[in-house]
């Protein structure tokens, strides 16, 4: 390289000029002195040039001084002074060239270290890696090879070209080519396919037509690669944190330089760094997704959790969530309010606290139920106390939530069934009882002779049906109004029920007649005692609207299982019965029999 510049031959041509100067003047080291300046810098200059000019001309005069007076010692004193400035210009040669080689290694340091500083320059100036290894690959083919190709390795294994760079301004047109239709070999057999599978780096000092088959099999691929005029190709891996990222192979189109180790040194060293800033990108991309994955994940939980809020909020039922312990951890507000409290004050409370203790207990028994043998409880009605001491029915239904296999919560709903209930109830009243009266109709009490009769005939027992019709009603009607003949009827109604007994039945089948249940009697005189007692309660005088009126009644009565099997024939009989003490002259009772039967006209009441 030096012989290229032009200061060794200004320097060369004044040291000849200064030995011939010192010849003139006959200086006795003139000979010596235009020898080693002639060695030096033939070492230097290569053997070319005013070195080897200067080292021609010295010689003549170096063996023309150099020989004694006496012509007898001029063989040995020429072989003498020959050896010695031999040997002295072997030495400053093997000096030159050490220096000179070292001359060369610190201007390649150099060279290296400033293309590395350019690569981790344009290498940590971007976060965006595609970008920062194209101008890598720009870089290389400035300061280390003719063409540079990038390679990353895909998630999916797929290995793809990143970026081709060329020195020529030529090549464009190929590169582009190349990289459109350019495959890394993924089974790792050749070039960077095999690099990035084996981890290590590959080395071709002389690149031959056969190396190119094998990294370029594609016809086309092999054309453009033999425009690029390869002369010798390296590559290395990318390697970051024991994980292979990709490759980068270089390549020199010209003989006059080689790839060797020094440069296996550099290109891995460049790799590594490419490496690093890949990883690095990589990695910040991964946080980035992750970031907005996690924003993503937190918009959706807030707007899920506005949504649950609302349909809590919502909801005209109490909705709750209990830990393992009985605590409220979730409630809104129609649960709380269901207990009078505010869902702050019960959130954390145990929902024992809202039960009398006589009602907590087993409660709590079915909480732990639910926990140990995961069960589910659908309306399961309970009395819950309120803030304020009142009393009201909730209707409550509860699931285990699990997690991983296992029970984290209970969850559940409750609905105060308190004024429900009580129109149920109402409602249950009025189709089974008299809005008049506040007994039983003829629905219940069809219903109740039935159980009775089933009950008598399982146990082989009697019962006993009274049929009562009042005595002058009608007159009473006409006499003092409808309204009047409704509170008689209100007033007849309770002294039957308190003449009764407790567990008889009392109907009104309409009108003025009534029906007395006697589900167990032990015989005929039995029935003939209570109808009695009956007959004498309603004979006593009631006022109505200011006036005494006084009514009798008239009672058939009929037995189980004499007078019939089944509900109706003994409601037939026991009518017919009445009848007949209708015409014995009222306030009276007579037991169904035969003769009771009645004739046609006889249900003609005589007021």
Known sequence: MLHTCGWPYACAVLLTAAAALAVWLWLPSAPLLLFLSGTLLSALLGGRGPGALALALSLPLLMQTSLPRDPADWNTALLLRLGTYVLLSVFCIVLMHRLRWTLQEKQAQRSAESFLAEAGAVLVASLDFETALRQLARLAVTHFSDWCLVTVVEPDRSQPV????????????????????????AQGRYGSGKAIATGKPILIEHFTDEHLAILAPDPEQFALFKRMQNHSYLTVPMLARGRILGSIAFGLSTAQRRFGQRDVILAEELARRAALAVDNALLYRQAREAENALRDSERALRRAY?????????????????????????????????AGYAV????????????????AAPLSALFEQIIQQAVTVTDHEVMLTRKDGTQRLISVSASPLYEDGRVIHIVGTAEDVTDRKETERRLAHLAHCDTLTGLPNRALLQDRLEHALAHAKRHGRQAAVLFLDLD???????????????????????????????????????????????????????????AQRLLAALAEPITLMGREVQVTSSIGITLYPRDGENAPALLKHADSAMYRAKRQGRNKFQFFTTAAVPLPGDYAETV
Do not use: Y
């Open 306 to 338: 506005a949504f649950r809020e609302q349909v809590m909020e919502s909801a005209r039922h109490s909705i709750f969530a209990l830990d393992l312990e009985g605590r409220f951890v979730l409630l809104n507000r129609a649960g709380a309010a269901i």
């Open 344 to 359: 702050e004050e019960l959130l954390g409370r145990p929902f024992a606290a809202l039960f009398s203790p006589a009602t």
């Open 472 to 530: 002058g009603f009608k007159q009473v009607n006409d006499v003092l109004g409808h309204a009047a003949g409704d509170e008689l009827l209100r007033q007849i109604a309770e002294r039957l029920r308190e003449a009764a007994r407790e567990d008889d039945t009392v109907a009104r089948l309409g009108g003025d007649e009534f029906v007395i249940l006697l589900e167990e009697v032990m015989h005929e005189a039995e029935a003939a005692e209570i």
């Open 162 to 185: 990143l970026a081709i760079a060329g020195k020529e301004p030529g090549h464009e047109a190929w590169t582009q080519r190349l990289e459109q239709t350019f495959r890394i070999d």
